[in-house]
């Protein structure tokens, strides 16, 4: 079955230390990929897809093909990042790209 | 930037009563919305595909007589929750789908959460 796994529910860090959050797939297309934050309160909103090999608020993301994976980095965390991150590719289902979303890691920014 | 909006934001209702949700695009055509619900601490669960102009796709295990979509228009998705009971509360979503410049983009709505008594 095509899933996305993000194992650490929680990760909780220091500011200024370097922050991966995990996310690895099971498909065996191409799919694409995204991570979405949602902020304490706040809407879901896109943070970056590897599409566009860009990098959002510091955050990057490289897609590893052979290990179906999809990390998020950060080398320096800030307090403000504190934030649920959704790691989120679009897989093939019943012929449409539909949206799949991992369960979500908890990022915890301490001072 | 592309906004999606929601209403209501909050409501609480008896059980038994039906509770309509819109998601709406405010500046976009949608031909596809996505309809989420998220238990607390949790992940967003995929409900249904609402397509615009045909019936919504629903995942397995959403009951769909319970969960009514309609997508009447290119940007107007409703979800109605039908005969609610305190089960069903939770934080329900709306994304939708948008193709600009080749790209394809989620908007979220930012959610509406559903309480019954």
């Known amino acids: 079955a095509q899933r996305v796994t993000q194992p650490e529910k929680l990760l909780s860090v220091f500011k200024g230390a370097p922050v991966e959050l995990k996310c690895n797939y099971s498909?065996?297309?191409?799919?694409?990929l995204f991570w979405y934050v949602q902020y304490s309160r706040q809407r879901l909103q896109l943070l970056l897809r590897h599409i566009s090999r860009e990098s959002i608020k510091g955050f990057t993301a490289d897609l590893n093909k052979g290990e179906t994976s999809f990390h998020l980095k950060k080398p320096f965390a800030q307090e403000e990042d504190s934030a649920m991150y959704y790691c989120a590719p679009l897989l093939l289902s019943g012929g449409s790209y539909i949206p799949t979303f991992g369960r979500g890691t908890s990022l915890i920014v301490h001072p | 930037g592309a906004v999606v909006s929601q209403h209501p934001s909050w409501v609480i209702c008896k059980s038994g009563t039906s509770v309509k949700i819109e998601c709406r695009s405010l500046d976009f055509q949608a031909t596809t919305m996505f309809w989420y619900r998220q238990f607390p601490k949790q992940s967003l669960m995929l409900m249904a595909t609402?397509?615009?102009?045909?019936?919504?796709?629903?995942e397995q295990g959403v009951e769909k007589d319970k969960f009514l979509i309609n997508h009447a228009s290119l940007t107007l998705s409703t979800l109605t929750v039908t005969s609610a009971h305190p089960e069903d509360s939770s934080f329900y979503i709306c994304s939708a789908h948008s193709v600009w410049n080749s790209t394809d983009t989620q908007y979220f709505g930012p959610g509406t959460r559903l309480t019954v008594l």
């Open positions: 498909y065996s297309g191409s799919p694409e």
């Open positions: 609402s397509n615009e102009g045909s019936k919504a796709t629903y």
